[in-house]
Each structure stands twice: as structure tokens, then as C-alpha cells.
């Protein structure tokens, strides 16, 4: 026999035919592998696909956004004004549209022409209409419903949009515009949604690997002892590992297929599932291909690196295999080292630069933040074994989870550093979030709604009248602005007319009666002299001239740079008449509402709508969130469940692996007469102990995150505890959820042909 | 079994009057079957006669004034008898114990004993192993019973040799 | 000076003067007890050579040393005249390829493989191809009766039939030493006859030494020549 070598391909090789006939077991740690790995793949195709989202999203929102402005009315120009409305805590927006002529063109995904009194309504809208809560909403967009609006028309299924045909706008309350359509603006990001991003990214994306490494590792003791046997045969160390890459190849690949199906399935899935702030369609859900590439190429690449990386912990030798790990004494001071520096890298810029110098040193956070997080996965180990130690012994579920744990506490590490990492990302990210909109509503405190009324001519009057009859309607002021010109030279100057209570109320000012004048400036503006004539309204439109009174009080504005304004209660007004008509003018009536009655908000605003469509209307409810915030919320809430999910399946398919991997004892367990509630149980404490501890773990260092990061953005310090709370009570639900799973498996392995051999 | 090798490598301890070494005989390897007291006086005289044994007369008128001492020629004797593996056969424990016991007390190596008498066996074992793939069925049970046979005493030669530091501290106590 | 026609043909016995494989001086301790206390051995070409001796004497730890396998604290393990003790990895795992076969009790047969893919293992680390391999491997199954296991996972076939797969595995390359460890310790006794007598003869047609560990004097009574270990040394005996 000459003494040859098998060359690197047919090492590969042959690790692939072992990988692929393994019969049942060996397919099913082959599919434990491409699963887990398949989840893997998903996730960073999906996260490799948010550019294309946003993008995409960016584009088809600009794409029918009003284009070119034209001065002239023409054949083929259109009249439209954007309004937005809410429908319990998600926001519609829709647009007035008005033809001048037979050439006006038609928003994209709307195919007709529609006559005042149309509307056309995305599907997710037309749903909403058509639940119970729709009657709330009847007649608030137009009369009858025509149509829905086409797919490409909205930026994803779930949208709430709607186009409503009117004759009432003018080229004064409306833009006048003859194409849809604008460049994509590029907003650029703040550094507080940049550094949420990026604290949510890594959150995401930490998991994902930790999973990947988890995934590669399944069946990895059957693993070593077929390499062992092959090493008899007269294998040596690198053609080993030459025969464990080709094997973990095959899961590789096969998690990359499972990826991509899942993936799939997701663009059909998901899209419904998703709020409708964050709406997007399937089909828009496509990876950035070079990051799909990557995808592709890296996660084969890591899975090989990892098996790599277990390998040398365990000496593979031709009698079979020695586990390093038994002589490994976990140090302290590198893993304490490393959230350290992570800490140090994020403090230096705060300590140097004071609150809020993030913006400027992101590269220094974001790599301080990342260590940071490592440093949590890095600290669990250590920190588990130390409680295990500690922990005494009790019932005998108990000892036996604990016995197991400190025999071995790898594998249940390496299961929950990925919850760790990534609660601990989350409580960050929900601690920012937090601060960012603590207050959120109008900053008074009080609950009422605003109409803008800009109808050319319109003083606001019949606004009153017509909303007083609504249920919850308290009080009503109407105040109507005006830019009054003078008849001489001079400046024109803002006129508010109003009564005194809503005088007092919007400048602070604390006396007023009827009949006062107030000039509303700052010391040393230049103010109109007192005897000044002025035209209450566009010259030509009718409007009554009025000279400011000598008795003109002045009051300090709460800016200090703002222009002088003029404030006059109508009894002041004489027989003078306001008519708002310019761009600026309009009629504002403020309605106060009573939180008691239900849906006052839903009524109100359709009570408007029906009055006059073209006004705008803000409801400042001081107890409602934003529906910004409720997309960020939603949003958030998304990415949690979607990481729980992950570690959920992490979980089940570590302890799923360590079950059958320890088939044998735990079949002696029960024929000892150990009961099944007993081994339940313990498997319940193997799972939740170190979760609790890494929970603990990930509270502390996410909520130092969160201050560190609030500080750092210059925001107000505080945690949000509802969001510990949630992403907590979440993770623990996980851990219940995968034992009560396990339970099935429990019952196969502990049955009494369990201590039969393969 | 043979006494004579027994009695004389007792004698080797030391010299004994034949009553003596009667009564040493049956503590060690009589077990429930006393040696007759003739038998003792019969084996001497034929050691006496292969000058293998001398006998001291102690002055005195006492009825037992003889008293029995190993010659150099009986040295050697034993030690032959020691080193030569027994031909297997059934019954063989005794006869081994017997030497086992002699070599302790004489300051042999016991295992070296039990590792001759283990090659024997496994040489009768190879033979019959020979046999037996050349053989007919006839041939084959016949050599397996006695394989079986000899298997047995080998792992009592095994237990044995396992016992030895046991057997070592109850002899010489 | 002459010297003696060496051929690697079919059934040539390789004439040898002097031992192939020679031990001298083992000391194996794994932690605080001592494997092998000054351990020597000489294996002869062509012998079969028994190792037997009580549980715990270190006559596995021996066969590992002699194998190459394991490294001895110290003492020297030399092979036609190369000392392994001194190789490194690839070159032990060279040696275990071309020269040496292995026969153990249990956990040699890559599960997810079958019979005739575990046969032709050694030969397909070797570099031969996968043609060649089966064809070799599927003619040593037919040699040691069982031509049916070719197709079949080691975990569909008896005991015994796995054992003459692992017996086929290690003379396939015709190896100059096959270590055998206890290699009938699963079988039952009519079975544990026919793989011995089966696995002798073949190595004798190949003139492969063979160096079997075993506690069972009717499997040690295959061997030409015994050596007991006890306490972790050698008692030599030559055959009388």
C-alpha cells in the first residue's frame, strides 16, 4: 500500500455522505441543523431587505406625492390638499382632490376621475369601514365609496389612505399641481434614531449569530465520535476537520434553502401581520442583493468556522474524544474586560463632551455599545456557574437541574446569551423610546381639537353652531387671523380676533375684557403706532378698514423673537368685518372636549369632515400617544416578539438536543421510579435558571444602556419599566412555552425502550 | 497430588519433627482431609532415601527425637517443582494452591507460578484450538468441552494471581 | 549480502529478522495512576501475539502506545526501526492509514456509513478512488462471509457481522500490525469463535502481526504467543 492522502475535496466529500445517511437520527439533527440555521438565514434576509423596505417605501410614497406647482388653473391641473384624520390610535391620511380640467392627472393606483363626493380607499381603510367601528366613520371621506385604491398606489396592504373627489378647494387652500410624483427626499437620521437602529440592530443581530453557533453545534457529540472512528481509520487532525467542514457544508446549505423558503413564506406572511404605520407589500420585501450575497456566503462560511471552533475544545482522538472543557476554569478578569472598555469607549465622549455629544462620536458608541453587549454574553457564563455554586440544593427536580447545570452549564449559556444580548437591546432600546416620548399629547393638558379653517371668505362663525350639538362638545372659541395691510405705507401685521378667554389662554396674558386691544410684541419691536388704519383682509375683498385704538395694551410674546401680532376682541372690532382671504388667513376654532363621552374624537371629526372636507382638523388628547409613536411601539413590539421567537426556538431545540443526548440516563431516571412531573419539572429549572440569571444580567446592563444612551442623545433620563416588564414577563412566557413543548419529547425519551441502544 | 514436594518445601522454613510437620500440612492444605501420621513418616523415608531430607536426633527419650531438615538437594527439588507447570488436567486447584502457598513460604514468586502454569494451559489451549479448526464436528465439541475446562482454571489461575497480596498476608501471619 | 524477495502481493508473508514493532521502557500515568510502570514488548512480523492480563493492568493503555495512538510519558515505541513516540500527528495518522489496522470492541464503524463504505474508508483516506475502494472492500466482506452487509448501516447488521465489517476495515490496506482490543468482547462465544478464527486466518494470508488485547483465554488461545500484563509491566512468555 503506498501511503497516500485523500485530497481536500474528497475529505469534503466524504463528511457530506456522512452528514446526509445517517438514517432517522442522522436526518434529524440534518433538519435540527438546516432549521436552526434556516431561522438564522431568514432573519438577515430579513434584515438585509429593511433597505429595500425602506427604500422602496420612500419611493412609492414620492411617487405619489404631489409634483410640479403651477401658478395658472389649466386643462391639465389638479387641485389637492392633503388631510389626516385619526382612526382609533392608527392615522389616515388622504387627499382632497379637485380637476380643473379633462387632462388632470390621476394619483397613482387611483384609475378614475372622481366627481365631489367620491372617495376611493385603500382595501385595509375599506375594512375598517366595513367592521362595526366603521360607522363612526360614515360620511367622514365623501358620500360613497367607488372604488379601492390599486396596490401601487399605497406603500404596502395594511395602509389606511384614501382620495376624496371635492369642488371646494381654490389655488388658495390647495396646491395646484399638474404631476404626480417628486424626488425622494433624503431625510438623513437623527442621532437618536440612529443610535436606536443601531442598539436594535445589534440586539437582532447578536441572537441571529448566537443562534447560527447554537444551530451548527446540534449533534455534535455523535459528531466527534463518528470523527473519532475516522481518525482510527487513519485519518489525521486537518483531514478531520476537513470532513467536519463538508458535514456542516451540507447543513449550511440546507439552512440556507430552508432560509430562503422561510423567507418566502415570510413575504406572504408578514405583510398582513404588520401595523399599518409600517406597512410595506411582500413583494417589496427583497433583500439588498449584495447583502444577500453575503448572507449566502458568510453564514456557510461561519458555520464552518464555528464547527471549527468546537472542534478545538475537543481533542478528537482515534479512541475517541476529550472535551477541553473539563480543565477550562472560566477567568474573570478578560470577560469582565471586555463590557469595560465597552463602557469606557461609550463614557468617554459624555465625560469630555457633555450630554448629547453622541451625534459626533458614533463610531466610538457604537463600537463601546457593541462591546458592551458581547460582554454581556462573555459575563453569563461565569456569572451562571458562580450561581449554580451558591444555589442549595432542595427538592429533587430541583437537584437534578442543578446538578446538570453545574456539571455543564455550556450548552444552556450558549442557549440564553441570545435572550440575554438581546433583552438587554431591548430594554435599552425601550428605555430611549421612552424618553423620547414621555409626554406625549399637547402640552397644556387639555383635550380638545383644533379646526383650521382656510375656505377663502370663511370667518369660522358657522363652526360653532354646527359642532355644538355633538356629545363631549364643551366650549367652542373661534378666533379668526388675518394679515392686515395698511392703507398708508407701512408693514402688514397678523390680526387675531377672538374672544378674551381664548386671548388668555394662547399668550399667558392674564387680564383681558371686551373691547381691549392688545399689541402682542417685544419691547424694542418696531410696533404700529397707535392711530394706524389698516384693511382687514386682501385689498379689493371688501374688507372694512380699522384703526388701532389708543389705548392699545402691550404684552410681552412667550418668544422674545417673534413678530409683533395684534390681538383684538370683537367688541373692539366696531362695525368693522374680518374676511380672511390670503394664503395665511384662515379661521381657527379650538373645540374643548369631554374625555366622558365615547368617541367624541371618532364624531367629531366626522361631524368636520362632512361640514367642510377641506379643513384641517388636530385633536390634542393629553391620554392618547402619537400615532407616530404608536408605529415606533408597534414597530418595537414587532422586533421583540420576532427576537422572542427566535430565542423561544433556540431554547426548544438546545434542550430538544440535550434530551435525546441524554436518553439514556433520563430512561434510568424513570425506571428508577422517578416520576415524569419530577423530570418535567427539572427540565423546567434547567431552562429557567439561567435564563432568570441572564434576565437579571440583561435588565442591569440594558438599563445602564439606556441611561448611558439617554444621556448621551441629550434626552431626559428615565427607564421604562412597563418595557422591562414586557420584554421580561416575554422572555419568561418563552421559557414556560419551550418546556411545555418539551414535555412530549420528555415522555418519548424517559419511556422504558429508552435504555435500549441504538 | 504429590505430598512429598509439599512436606519438603515446608521443611524448607525451617527443620520440624515429623509430628510438626503433620500438623503444618493439614492448618495449610489438610483442609477437612488430615494427613495420616504414617503417611508423613512413609514420604520421609523415601526423601531420606533420595537424600533429599536429613534427619537431626535430638539427645534425649522422648518418642519423637527425629527431627527433619531440607538438604541442598531438596532445595533445588522444590524449586523444580515450583517452576514446572503441572499437566493440566481436572482437579488441579488444590496441587497449585499447595505450590502457591510453598513458593510464599519459601520466598518464591508466585505469580511466576501461576504465569507458567497459565502459558501451559494456554499451549494445551492452542493445540486444541488447532485441532479443533482441522476437525470434524465430532472433533469440535469434543475440544471445546475440554477448552471450557481449561478456560476455568485459567480464570482461576487469573482470580488467583488477583488474590495473591490477600493470600500473601494470611500465609505469612 | 542478500536480501530476502519483498513482495506486497495477495497472501505474501513479508520474511522479517529481528521484531517489527519493539516497545522498551513504557510509562504511562493518567493522573495519579500509573497505566504502564516500564512496560517492554517486541512483536515479531507475521505473529499473532496475545496481550492478557487483569482489568486495570494496562494492556489496552499498551496496545494504544504500541499503536501510536497514545503518547507514553516515556520509553520508546519503534516500528521497523522508526520511532513513533517521536511522530507527529500526521505522520502517526500516516502510519495508521498504511501500516497498521485496528479491531475494537466497539464505536469503529462510522454509523452513518455503510458496511462496505466503512471497509473502504481507509483506503479512500489513502487517496484511492471510490471505485477501486468499494470493489476492494466489497471482495474482503465476500472473504469474511458476509457479502450481504455491504449495503447496510453498521446499525442494521448483528454483532458479529459488524465485527467482520471492522475485521475487513483494518486488514483492507494490508496493514503490517493489526491491533486488536477485545475485538470478540460483544459477541457470544460461537460467534466470537468464527470472527477470530476468520480474522487470523486472513492476517496470516497477509502477513499481518496482530496484537490482541484480551481477557478471554479461548480467544487468546488464536494467538501464537502470549505476554501478560500485570501492574503495568510485561511477563513475556515464549510458547513451550
Excluded at chain 1, 409 to 427: E, I, P, Q
Excluded at chain 3, 11 to 36: C, K, M, N, Q, Y
Amino acid at each position: 500500500m503506498t501511503p497516500g492522502r485523500s485530497s481536500a475535496p474528497a475529505d469534503l466529500a466524504l463528511g457530506v455522505r456522512m452528514s446526509v445517511s445517517g438514517g432517522r437520527s442522522g436526518w434529524a439533527r440534518l433538519g435540527l441543523i438546516a432549521t436552526g440555521l434556516g431561522i438564522g438565514v431568514a432573519m438577515l434576509l430579513l434584515v438585509a431587505s429593511l433597505p429595500t423596505v425602506l427604500d422602496t417605501r420612500a419611493e412609492r410614497d414620492a411617487a405619489r406625492s404631489p409634483g410640479t406647482e403651477v401658478v395658472e388653473p389649466g386643462d391639465d391641473t389638479l387641485l389637492v390638499k392633503r388631510f389626516a384624520s385619526d382612526v382609533a390610535a392608527d392615522l389616515v391620511v388622504g387627499y382632497l382632490v379637485q380637476p380643473e380640467g379633462a387632462n388632470a392627472p390621476l394619483p397613482p393606483g387611483v384609475d378614475r376621475v372622481l366627481a365631489p363626493g367620491e372617495a376611493l380607499m385603500s382595501p385595509a381603510l375599506q375594512r375598517v369601514l366595513d367592521s362595526p367601528e366603521g360607522e363612526l366613520l360614515d360620511g367622514r371621506w365623501g358620500d360613497r365609496v367607488v372604488g379601492t385604491i390599486a396596490p401601487e398606489g399605497l406603500v404596502g396592504p395594511q395602509e389606511l389612505r384614501v382620495y376624496v373627489g371635492t369642488d371646494q378647494l381654490t389655488g388658495d387652500n390647495a396646491q395646484r399641481i399638474s404631476d404626480f410624483g417628486r424626488a425622494v427626499r433624503d431625510d438623513g437620521a437623527d442621532a437618536t434614531t440612529m443610535l436606536m437602529a443601531l442598539v436594535g440592530l445589534t440586539g437582532l443581530l447578536v441572537p441571529v449569530a448566537g443562534f447560527i453557533a447554537t444551530a451548527v453545534r446540534f449533534g455534535g457529540e455523535a459528531r466527534d465520535r463518528r470523527l473519532a472512528a475516522v481518525r482510527l481509520a487513519g485519518a489525521d487532525a486537518a483531514t478531520t476537520g476537513r470532513i467536519a467542514a463538508g458535514e456542516t457544508l451540507v447543513g449550511a446549505v440546507g439552512g440556507l434553502l430552508v432560509g430562503g423558503l422561510l423567507f418566502l413564506a415570510m413575504r406572504a406572511v408578514v405583510p398582513p401581520l404588520v401595523p399599518s404605520s409600517l406597512t410595506f407589500h411582500g413583494a417589496d420585501l427583497r433583500p439588498v442583493p449584495v447583502l444577500a450575497a453575503l448572507v449566502a456566503v458568510l453564514v456557510p462560511v461561519a458555520s464552518v468556522l464555528v464547527t471549527r471552533s468546537a472542534l478545538k475544545h475537543v481533542i478528537v482522538e482515534p479512541l475517541g474524544v476529550v472535551r477541553r472543557s473539563t480543565v477550562v476554569h472560566r477567568r474573570l478578569w478578560w470577560r469582565v474586560a471586555v463590557p469595560v472598555v465597552g463602557l469606557a469607549l461609550m463614557l468617554t465622549p459624555l465625560l469630555s463632551g457633555g450630554t448629547g455629544s453622541f451625534g459626533d462620536s458614533q463610531g466610538l458608541v457604537l463600537l463601546g455599545m457593541v462591546l458592551l453587549l458581547v460582554g454581556v454574553a462573555l459575563l453569563l457564563p461565569w456569572l451562571l456557574d458562580v450561581t449554580v455554586r451558591r444555589l442549595r440544593p432542595g427538592a429533587l427536580s430541583w437537584d437534578l437541574a442543578l446538578r446538570r447545570l453545574q456539571h455543564e452549564s455550556g450548552t444552556a449559556v450558549r442557549a440564553v446569551s441570545a435572550v440575554v444580548v438581546s433583552v438587554a437591546s431591548l430594554v435599552a432600546v425601550h428605555g430611549l423610546l421612552g424618553s423620547e416620548t414621555g409626554t406625549p399629547g399637547s402640552e397644556d393638558g387639555r383635550f380638545e381639537a383644533v379646526v383650521y379653517d382656510d375656505l377663502p371668505g370663511s370667518d369660522g362663525a358657522h363652526w360653532a353652531s354646527a359642532l355644538a350639538g355633538i356629545e363631549g362638545v364643551q366650549g367652542i372659541e373661534t378666533r379668526v387671523m388675518t394679515s392686515a395691510e395698511p392703507v398708508d405705507v407701512g408693514e402688514p401685521i397678523a390680526l387675531v380676533v377672538g374672544s378674551c378667554a381664548s386671548f388668555t389662554d394662547t399668550t399667558g396674558a392674564t387680564t383681558c375684557t371686551d373691547g381691549d386691544v392688545m399689541l402682542v410684541a417685544p419691547p424694542d419691536a418696531q410696533a404700529p403706532a397707535p392711530g394706524t388704519t389698516y384693511v382687514l383682509g386682501a385689498p379689493g375683498s371688501g374688507a372694512s378698514t380699522w384703526s388701532v385704538p389708543a389705548d392699545v395694551a402691550t404684552v410681552e410674546p412667550e418668544y422674545p423673537d417673534s413678530a409683533p401680532w395684534l390681538f383684538v376682541t370683537p367688541r373692539a372690532l366696531g362695525d368693522a368685518v374680518v374676511v380672511p382671504s390670503g394664503d395665511y388667513d384662515n379661521a381657527i376654532v379650538t373645540i374643548a372636549l369631554d374625555h366622558a363621552a365615547p368617541d367624541v374624537t371618532a364624531h367629531l371629526q366626522t361631524a368636520i369632515a362632512q361640514i367642510d372636507p377641506t379643513a384641517t382638523v388636530i385633536i390634542n388628547d393629553p391620554e392618547a400617544t402619537s400615532s407616530m409613536v404608536t408605529g415606533i411601539r408597534q414597530g418595537l413590539m414587532l422586533g421583540t416578539v420576532a427576537l422572542l421567537a427566535v430565542v423561544g426556538a433556540n431554547l426548544l431545540v438546545t434542550t430538544a438536543e440535550q434530551l435525546r443526548e441524554r436518553r439514556r440516563p433520563l430512561a434510568v431516571l424513570a425506571a428508577f421510579g422517578v416520576r415524569r412531573r419530577v423530570l418535567g419539572l427539572s427540565v423546567l429549572f434547567q431552562v429557567a435558571v439561567p435564563v432568570v440569571v441572564g434576565l437579571a444580567l440583561a435588565v442591569v446592563v440594558g438599563s445602564g444602556l439606556a441611561v448611558i444612551l439617554q444621556a448621551g442623545a441629550d434626552l431626559p433620563v428615565s427607564l421604562d419599566l412597563a418595557g422591562i416588564g414586557v420584554t421580561a414577563g416575554g422572555a419568561a412566557a418563552v421559557v414556560l412555552l419551550a418546556t411545555a413543548a418539551l414535555l412530549p419529547l420528555l415522555g418519548r425519551v424517559t419511556r422504558p425502550a429508552g435504555l435500549q441502544g441504538e | 497430588m504429590s505430598i512429598a514436594p509439599a512436606l519438603l518445601g515446608l521443611l524448607q522454613t525451617g527443620p520440624r519433627h515429623g509430628y510438626d510437620l503433620k500438623r503444618a500440612y493439614d492448618e495449610r492444605f489438610g483442609h477437612d482431609r488430615p494427613l495420616a501420621y504414617g503417611q508423613v513418616y512413609a514420604t520421609m523415608a523415601r526423601l531420606l532415601k533420595n537424600g533429599l531430607v536429613e534427619v537431626e536426633l535430638e539427645p534425649g527419650d522422648g518418642p519423637d527425637r527425629k527431627r527433619y531438615a531440607i538438604t541442598d538437594a531438596g532445595v533445588s527439588d522444590v524449586e523444580q517443582w515450583l517452576s514446572r507447570p503441572e499437566k493440566p488436567e481436572p482437579y488441579l486447584q488444590s496441587t497449585l494452591y499447595t505450590k502457591v502457598v510453598l513458593a510464599l513460604l519459601t520466598g518464591h514468586e508466585p505469580t511466576d507460578v501461576l504465569d507458567t502454569q497459565r502459558a501451559e494451559h494456554l499451549r494445551l489451549m492452542r493445540e486444541l484450538t488447532r485441532r479443533k479448526a482441522e476437525g470434524d464436528l465430532a472433533d469440535q465439541l469434543v475440544c471445546d468441552h475440554a477448552l471450557f475446562h481449561l478456560e476455568a482454571d485459567l480464570r482461576w489461575l487469573e482470580l488467583t494471581a488477583a488474590r495473591l497480596d490477600q493470600l500473601a498476608a494470611s500465609v505469612r501471619a | 549480502m542478500t536480501t530476502a524477495p519483498v513482495t506486497t502481493g495477495p497472501g505474501a508473508v513479508i520474511p522479517s529478522s529481528g521484531p517489527l514493532l519493539v516497545a522498551r521502557d513504557l510509562h504511562v500515568e493518567f493522573g495519579p495512576t500509573t497505566a504502564l510502570a516500564g512496560a517492554s514488548l517486541e512483536v515479531h512480523g507475521g505473529e499473532v501475539l496475545a496481550l492478557m492480563g487483569p482489568s486495570g493492568s494496562g494492556k489496552s493503555t499498551l496496545l494504544h502506545c504500541l499503536a501510536g495512538i497514545l503518547r507514553p510519558d516515556s520509553g520508546t515505541v519503534a516500528f521497523d526501526g522508526r520511532d513513533v513516540t517521536a511522530m507527529s500527528d500526521a505522520e502517526r495518522s500516516a502510519l495508521r492509514r498504511s501500516e497498521f489496522g485496528f479491531v475494537f470492541q466497539f464505536g469503529q464503524l462510522v454509523p452513518e456509513l455503510t458496511c462496505v463504505e466503512n471497509v473502504a474508508l481507509p483506503l479512500r483516506l489513502a487517496g484511492v478512488t471510490r471505485r477501486d475502494a468499494h470493489r476492494t472492500a466489497r471482495e474482503w466482506l465476500d472473504r469474511l462471509e458476509v457479502p450481504d452487509i455491504a449495503d447496510k448501516r453498521p446499525g442494521q447488521v448483528s454483532g458479529g457481522q459488524g465485527q467482520r465489517a471492522a475485521v475487513a476495515r483494518a486488514l483492507i490496506t494490508r496493514p503490517r500490525v493489526v491491533f486488536a482490543d477485545e475485538p470478540t468482547g460483544a459477541l457470544d462465544s460461537l460467534n466470537g469463535e468464527r470472527v477470530m478464527q476468520l480474522f487470523v486466518a486472513a492476517a496470516k494470508d497477509t502477513g499481518a502481526a496482530v496484537v490482541l488485547v484480551t481477557h478471554e483465554a479461548r480467544v487468546a488461545a488464536y494467538s501464537d504467543r502470549e505476554a501478560v500484563v500485570r501492574d503495568g509491566r510485561v511477563r513475556e512468555q515464549v510458547p513451550a
